[in-house]
Nanobody
Framework: QVQMVESGGGSVQAGGSLRLSCAAS????????MAWFRQAPGKDREGVAQIDSDGSTTYTESVKGRFTISRDNAKNTLYLQMNSLKPEDTAMYYCAANHRGCGGSIPRSRDYFPYWGQGTQVTVSA
């Protein structure tokens, strides 16, 4: 049973930074495509960034230049470095994973990912 546990959320002022982590465990087949999604109250869950096993990345337009997704395969851990945070970044952030690769630069929808963490809250105040 694949388990994914996020950490690192919190409350910051606009312009601040946070680093999210997601530890994956319990799998026998390699995890290839990993991603961060977020969901604000009353809104749909949206993709933020994804990273393939070869390190290739894709970002949603609103976070380009501010967020960086990375992974440490030896530690089975996914990261999201968030800089220059804005109030509109406030949301519950979820990590997601698939044994299959991301398959290119096209952002994968939430339906592509069978494994999810429980979420970590990020709140950015003006």
């Amino acid at each position: 049973q694949v388990q994914m546990v996020e950490s690192g959320g919190g409350s910051v002022q606009a312009g601040g930074s946070l680093r999210l982590s997601c530890a994956a465990s319990g799998y026998r087949i390699s995890i290839n495509c990993m991603a961060w999604f977020r969901q604000a109250p009353g809104k749909d869950r949206e993709g933020v960034a994804q990273i393939d096993s070869d390190g290739s990345t894709t970002y949603t337009e609103s976070v380009k230049g501010r967020f960086t997704i990375s992974r440490d395969n030896a530690k089975n851990t996914l990261y999201l470095q968030m800089n220059s945070l804005k109030p509109e970044d406030t949301a519950m952030y979820y990590c997601a994973a698939n044994h299959r690769g991301c398959g290119g630069s096209i952002p994968r929808s939430r339906d592509y990912f069978p494994y999810w963490g429980q979420g970590t809250q990020v709140t950015v105040s003006a």
